[in-house]
């Protein structure tokens, strides 16, 4: 299950169900929604309120959802999360805990995963990392688990000012 990010509308897929079921009165009623492939998980877009996506075990080429495709680039992800979208730009920030090509970091993209940046470096591995996410609120705020070493969150470095 997935609540949205305003707590109005919920997304279930049930254990070896083929097809999610939508509520917008509290489980009241349900509607039948996209057909995904087996042993999805549902994950809520914590931005938009709208927009869910489905996950299975992001296979590199192929979509994991009717909303969402997965970059060739990015080889293996732990954990994809969503943060508030960069100025001027369309869709929300992305955020993968993984490995992009051989290497495994933290990622952003500010372009729905069209190109994609690392956000750590080798001396800031932070063990293994788990769950991530970005903040609804600050572009650029990530929020990631780590194991054993607790919560951690980072921000860009402010822009430096030249100016006298």
Request: cysteine-free; charged content about 20%; hydrophobic content about 40%.
């Amino acid at each position: 299950m997935a609540a949205s990010a305003d707590g109005k509308r919920i997304a279930w897929l049930p254990a070896h169900a083929s097809h999610v079921f939508v509520t917008d009165d509290e489980g009241k009623h349900w509607q039948h929604g996209d057909e995904l492939p087996r042993a999805s998980h549902v994950l809520a877009n914590r931005v938009s309120a709208n927009v869910f996506y489905a996950d299975n075990g992001l296979p590199v080429g192929e979509a994991t959802g009717p909303l969402l495709d997965v970059p060739a680039d990015i080889t293996a992800a732990d954990s994809l999360g969503f943060g508030r979208a960069a100025p001027g730009a369309e869709h929300a920030t992305m955020y993968v805990a993984g490995k992009r090509g051989k290497v495994r970091g933290l990622f952003r993209s500010v372009d729905h995963g069209a190109h994609w940046q690392s956000i750590n470096d080798d001396a800031h591995q932070f063990g293994a990392m788990g769950h991530v996410t970005g903040d609804p609120r600050v572009f650029g705020r990530v929020y990631f688990a780590t194991g054993g070493r607790g919560i951690f969150y980072g921000e860009p470095k402010p822009a430096m000012d030249s100016s006298p």
